[in-house]
């Protein structure tokens, strides 16, 4: 439990019961400066969980990459993914502070960057994109990258201020190249039609959400755009139809939090679900809750997330 209180600020720690009768091993070196933060955390199995709740209650916007030592990201969950895509984590794994995910992880050790929201999407332009993403450790540029934090981590608490931002920086610099690599936007050209379209999507989809009749057909319609292309760009995320779906649930999640006195069923209506049963089963298979335990969870958060 001391455990989850010291990185409860980010992530809630589940423990089993095993871990609560008989103990838990841990230690982490946390180093915060300029705007990114740097850990080398080692745990025994550990479930972390940033659940929508929390996304909804508080504000971490920044995006961590986890650079694995000694073991791997074990399951991930709560995330949209390509259904070909495995369920064990090996190798560098990206996380998006904005969206949801489990992770069931075992003993493991792990170096995490915290890097800055802007940092990043001014290098990758649909940085949310890379959200559950893993670089392979067979690539050559995630065996540099490893290298390279493992080498700042053995180095940062020597390191002054500056020395510590030069180092961070670098570090991140390589993390956002290779995650860009490894999303095929290596032309500069393609990447930034690429990268230009998908916001571009992205903006319409945001400002439609209470539609009704917001489908991918009329996406690809409105914006007359090839249907092929953009299946193929929205293939990480379960398809476009699939990230539609889980906007309206994030649109759902973050009402349901600001308008504590309005049902349920008038936010299912307004973001386009038909009934009542299908936004509950919806909102459970993507969060892992339901739509009024989730309410009451934020609700717990606030209080425990105020300010003394």
């Known amino acids: ?23 838990f091993s841990g230690n982490i070196d946390f180093y915060a400066v300029n705007g990114m933060a740097f850990s080398d955390c080692r745990t025994d ?6 659940s929508v709740a ?4 508080d504000s971490r916007r920044d995006y961590v990459f986890h650079l694995f030592l000694e073991g791997d990201a074990g399951n991930v969950a709560g995330i949209r993914k390509k259904r070909s895509a495995v369920d064990s984590a090996k190798g560098i794994i990206a996380f998006d502070m904005s969206q949801p995910f489990h ?31 893993v670089l392979p450790l067979g690539s050559p540029l995630a ?9 700042v981590g053995s180095e940062i608490s020597r390191l002054d201020a500056d020395g510590a931002t030069v180092a961070l920086r670098a570090s991140a610099e390589l993390l956002v190249a290779g995650f860009r690599k490894a999303s095929r936007l290596t032309g500069a050209d393609r990447a930034a039609i690429q990268a230009a379209v998908m916001r571009r999507v992205r903006r319409f989809v945001e400002a439609n959400l209470h539609e009704s009749n917001l489908t991918p057909t009329h996406v690809i319609n409105a914006l007359h755009l090839k249907r092929a292309t953009i299946y193929r760009w929205f293939e990480h995320e ?12 994030r649109a759902a999640a973050d009402e349901l939090v600001r308008f504590p006195h309005l049902p349920v069923i008038e936010i299912a209506y307004g973001l386009g679900f038909k009934s009542a049963s299908d936004f509950t089963r919806a909102f459970r298979r993507a969060f ?16 425990i997330l105020a300010p003394s």
């Open 45 to 50: 199995a550990i479930v972390l969980d940033r």
């Open 288 to 303: 892992s809750m339901n739509p009024q335990d989730m309410r009451a969870r934020a609700i717990d958060l606030q209080q």
């Open 143 to 151: 065996g540099l990258i490893l290298d390279h934090v493992a080498t």
């Open 238 to 249: 379960g398809g476009l139809g699939a990230y539609i779906r889980h906007c309206r649930l």
């Open 103 to 133: 992770v069931d992880r075992p003993a493991c050790r792990v170096l995490s960057l915290f890097v800055p929201r802007t940092f990043v999407d001014a290098g990758l332009p649909d940085g949310a994109s890379i959200h559950g993403r």
């Open 54 to 57: 929390r996304v909804s209650t």
């Open 1 to 23: 439990m001391a455990w989850r209180k010291r990185v409860g600020h980010v992530v809630d720690v589940l423990p089993s019961k095993q871990q609560l009768a008989e103990g």
